[in-house]
């Protein structure tokens, strides 16, 4: 068996061109483009890069995309100050604080402070709350668990009453995407560095989501035969091929994978490319349900 490759890269640029769409009709109706703004703390490189692009994703699709870029030393109180300037602007629709925050800032605090129906990373407890009982639909959903869920859509295969395992147990990952497959009647079980023989829980699963941040942890033989195969990791490790570079791989052997799974992400070109694609859905769905309230 060779897997079907679940490619990311096209599914996220369906979504961008629908977001696209759903902006126009939106500045038509409300003579005003949905804001997204993003916050950054310090000079990480990847988190500038990350941000840089967030704020390019937005103007593409005709978003009004800002970014505050603040200093490494901003203190906690200046930074819950911005977020309250932002709660309050009538233009900002979506509010995201860049992750990982400085040692200094209490980045659960900074979280908490952003309004609810604003926060489209979806890691607000109200948000949290709403998917854990069943109402996503009135929630902001993480923007990588729901890109999940759009490539597991795209198989075609059926949730209900599937099998699904998640390799993983973060707020970020693990758990919102339990709670949106047990919406789709899926059974489902979370596992963890703890979990007694993971290979075999891993071969029970009809759908296979790894979200552990482990380079290659999951081998071929633990992969059912024709299951979905879902590979949220990124890790980037030694090029035996090139010494002295490095090369990004998944939390999923993939090479091994794709002889027993019936579809599978590639690392890069999966999962990746779909969290900015979702985050601008959730930004139009933000800017559409504060008309509404």
């Not at 047990?182 to 963890?192: D, G, K, N, P, R």
């Amino acid at each position: 068996m060779t897997a079907r490759i679940l490619n990311g890269k096209e599914l996220a640029e369906t979504v961008r061109a629908e977001v696209k769409a759903g902006v126009s009709a939106f500045v038509a109706l409300r003579g005003r483009a949905p804001g997204l703004d993003v916050v950054i703390v310090g000079e990480d490189p990847a988190s500038v890069v990350y941000t840089r692009n967030k704020e390019k994703a937005a103007l593409e699709v005709g978003m009004r995309g800002k970014l505050h870029k603040l200093a490494g030393d901003t203190t906690e109180v200046d930074l819950l100050a911005l977020v309250a300037q932002l709660n309050a602007d009538p233009h900002v629709d979506g509010i995201l604080v860049q992750l990982p925050l400085p040692s200094h800032i209490d980045a659960e605090k900074v979280t908490r402070a952003i309004a609810p129906h604003k926060d489209v990373d979806g890691f607000h407890p109200t948000n949290a709350g709403l998917l854990a009982i069943g109402r996503a639909d009135k929630a902001l959903v993480p923007c990588t668990p729901r890109g999940c869920m759009k490539l597991i859509a795209l198989s075609g295969v059926p949730l209900a009453g599937a099998r699904a395992v998640i390799v993983g147990r973060s707020n970020i990952v693990g758990k919102p995407v339990a709670q949106l497959l047990l919406a789709q009647s899926a059974t489902v079980t979370i596992a963890h560095s703890r979990t007694r023989d993971l290979p075999a829980v891993c071969r029970e699963a009809d759908v296979l989501v790894a979200a552990v941040g482990r380079p290659e942890l999951v081998r071929g033989d633990w992969i059912k035969p024709g299951a979905v195969v879902i590979d949220v990791g990124i890790n980037r490790v030694d090029d035996p091929q090139n010494p002295g570079k490095t090369r990004l791989v998944g939390d999923v052997a993939f090479a091994e994978a794709s002889q027993h799974a019936g579809f599978i992400t590639p690392v890069p070109g999966g999962v990746g490319p779909l969290t900015i694609a979702c985050l601008l859905e959730n930004t139009l769905l933000a800017a559409r349900a504060r008309v509404e309230i």
